[in-house]
């Protein structure tokens, strides 16, 4: 089995044709002053393309709502300077072979206080699970609920208008759609907090109205995660019984595909299977999956001691990945830091040079190279 037996083989998801399985992950990286994705930023991207990586989505993008953004430098994904920004983005891409997904978020009551745009934060209901430094807000009203559902709307159509091969609704790590999800964050009584089912509803909305504002043929990739940047422990799902229970709704409202975000891959889900969440989640809801955790950090990097069962019997190792990509466990893979690190990461495992790959260093994140 070798990698180009399993991750490099071409797919069809919908209307969505990629050359491999190799997906950038998202990644915040704080370069676009004013919010607009300058040159840099363009070639950056562009290097992750020519190294032939097959889905690039991008770092999280905020849509058009006075609390989206927590972050300084983040880009914007509303506003002529910033689409126009997008629209280079999407192009270098493009000439480079490659494809490109923007990730819409929306960070709710996570965010520094003082950061654009100040003031009070609509979040989803105070909850006092911020992390120190970062504030909560008050409960959002209807109002509230309504314009952010309509901003991921409009900027899921402006993906589509100016480009972009699909879109990514952050619905993960603790961030305003995984506020709504959490029983940790959500205390609302009205029908958007209660059980998953309800404080599913949020989610529902905005799935709902991109669906409707892109169309049926524009691929949405939407991710979750169960462990939350607040809490590392949270989960969402405690079997597989209520995982398909919180995943049917959303992929019924609109969801081609799920980026399931895990710390580990190699990591059992549930109990009784080696299944990692983006192999449960595809068997429960036949819809394809996208795997991420540590792809290409730890054992990959370990000296070898020259025998093939040293490399397999780390958790971490290409060999792990390859043998749950070669069952199809999942479709895709996404690879976050060792992209960092490597922009040409897909190119270099195809050929099979995993000792010349450099291992990720946080320095790394002081430059965008
Ligand atoms: C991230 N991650 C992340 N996730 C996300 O959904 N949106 C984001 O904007 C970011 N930002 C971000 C910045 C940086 C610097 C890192 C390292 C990570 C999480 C990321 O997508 C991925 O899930 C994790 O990094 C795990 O994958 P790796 O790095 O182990 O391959």
Redesign the pocket.
Same mark, same amino acid.
């Given at each position: 089995m070798t990698a180009s037996d399993t991750l490099f083989r071409p797919i069809d998801l919908g209307p969505l044709h990629l050359e491999n399985r190799i997906v950038m992950?998202?990644?915040?990286r704080t370069y676009s002053p004013g919010n607009v994705p300058n040159q840099q930023v363009i070639d950056y991207y562009r290097r992750r393309a020519e190294g032939g990586t097959g889905l690039i989505i991008t770092?999280?993008t905020f849509i058009d709502h006075p609390a989206a953004s927590g972050y300084p430098n983040v880009p914007a994904f509303y506003g002529d300077a910033a689409l126009a920004g997008w629209k280079k983005v999407v192009d270098a891409v493009h000439a480079a072979g490659g494809k490109i997904a923007p990730?819409l978020?929306h960070v709710g009551a996570i965010r520094r206080p003082g950061v654009m745009p100040g003031g009070d934060t609509p979040g989803h209901s105070p909850s006092g699970m911020a992390r120190p430094g970062k504030v909560t807000g008050h409960a959002m009203t209807q109002q509230d609920i309504d314009d952010t559902v309509a901003a991921f709307a409009r900027a899921a159509a402006d993906a589509k208008r100016i480009g972009f091969d699909a879109i990514e609704l952050?619905g993960?790590?603790g961030y305003l759609i995984d506020q709504f999800f959490w029983d940790g964050t959500n205390q609302r009584d009205d029908a958007y907090g209660g059980d998953l089912a309800a404080r599913s509803r949020f989610a529902l909305e905005i799935i709902r109205a991109v669906r409707a504002a892109v169309g049926p043929d524009f691929p949405v990739i939407f %991710?979750f995660s169960q462990w939350k940047q607040q809490d590392y422990s949270a989960r969402l799902c405690e079997t597989p019984e209520e995982l398909k229970a919180f995943l049917m709704p959303l992929a019924e409202a609109g969801v081609d595909i799920f980026h399931c !975000?895990t710390?580990r891959f190699w990591e059992p889900e549930f109990d009784g299977s080696d299944l990692n969440l983006a192999g449960w989640v595809k068997k429960l809801t036949g819809k394809p999956t996208i795997t991420?955790? !540590?792809?290409g950090?730890n054992a990959d990097f370990l000296p070898d001691d020259g025998t093939a069962d040293f490399r397999a019997a780390q958790p971490a190792s290409i060999d792990n990945l390859l043998e749950r990509a070669a069952r199809d466990e999942f479709d895709l893979v996404a690879?976050? %830091?060792?992209l960092i690190a490597n922009p040409d990461w897909a190119n270099q495992v195809k050929e099979g040079h995993l000792d010349s790959l450099k291992a990720y260093e946080k320095d790394m994140?002081k430059t965008l190279a």
């Open positions: 992950a998202p990644m915040t770092e999280g990730q978020w952050h993960a790590h %991710r !975000s710390r991420v955790g !540590s792809v950090l690879v976050g %830091r060792a994140l």
